[in-house]
């Protein structure tokens, strides 16, 4: 079956240092990549939509300078959260497309990120 | 304002009551989906329901494109069914835009 493998799972940094996130899509061909931010006591936003070959499109009040983001191939992805502040802790996850399967986003199991 | 809303916002069951959650969106959609958010925050997708009913156990999802709705049915409810459920839609970039949720407890 399909599924995302995102890691870490948990982590912890200290305010104005960076971590960087990663998700691995198995068992199919990840088109796109989802990244989504649940702050504390809100939903999920969208951070950025990755596409294989594509320029990556963040939304509005997330930068690329704030959150860059690879997406090498068809299983990989990383987010980067650079120079974390408390505003940005939260629970991460991404979200990768399979465009064969009725365009179903498969979700990792998220990073919670605390900022201390 | 809100694109996705979700009502109710929380809900209390007796173990082995039914549970009719609503979703409605606020602009034209082309799918949505339904999730449940276990306690740890981990994301399960129940459901891709672009229209129609769909079934799955003791689920069962019922969306409306046209009228921009859709409904969760939970039907004896057990106490591993609490959690929080979103619902989503698909805008045009392609990502999700979720609701609030709603957050279910059952309990024995």
């Known amino acids: 079956g399909a599924l995302v493998y995102q890691y870490p799972r948990r982590t912890i940094c200290k305010s104005g240092t960076s971590m960087r996130m990663e998700c691995q899509a198995v068992?199919?061909?990840?088109?796109?990549v989802a990244w989504y931010r649940q702050s504390p006591q809100k939903t999920f936003e969208l951070i950025a939509l990755s596409t294989v070959n594509s320029a990556i499109k963040y939304e509005q009040n997330f930068t690329q300078e704030k959150f860059p983001i690879s997406h090498p191939n068809l299983s990989f992805s990383s987010m980067t959260v650079l120079n974390a502040y408390l505003e940005d802790r939260g629970l991460y996850l991404c979200?990768?497309?399979?465009?064969?399967?009725?365009?179903?986003?498969?979700f990792g199991s998220g990073t919670r990120l605390t900022v201390l | 304002g809100q694109q996705v809303q979700q009502s109710p916002a929380s809900l209390v069951l007796q173990e082995g009551e039914n549970a009719e959650l609503q979703c409605n969106f606020s602009t034209s959609l082309n799918s949505m989906q339904w999730f449940y958010q276990r306690p740890g925050g981990s994301l399960v997708s129940l459901f891709y329901n672009p229209s129609g009913t769909k079934q799955s156990g003791r689920l069962t999802s019922t969306t409306v494109i046209k009228e921009r709705r859709s409904s969760l049915h939970i039907s004896s409810s057990q106490t591993t069914d609490s959690g929080t459920y979103l619902c989503?839609?698909?805008?045009?970039?392609?990502?999700?835009?979720f609701g609030l949720g709603t957050r279910v407890s059952v309990f024995p």
């Open positions: 979200g990768a497309r399979d465009a064969s399967s009725a365009e179903t986003l498969y």
């Open positions: 989503a839609m698909a805008n045009y970039a392609q990502g999700l835009t």
């Open positions: 068992g199919f061909q990840a088109t796109s």
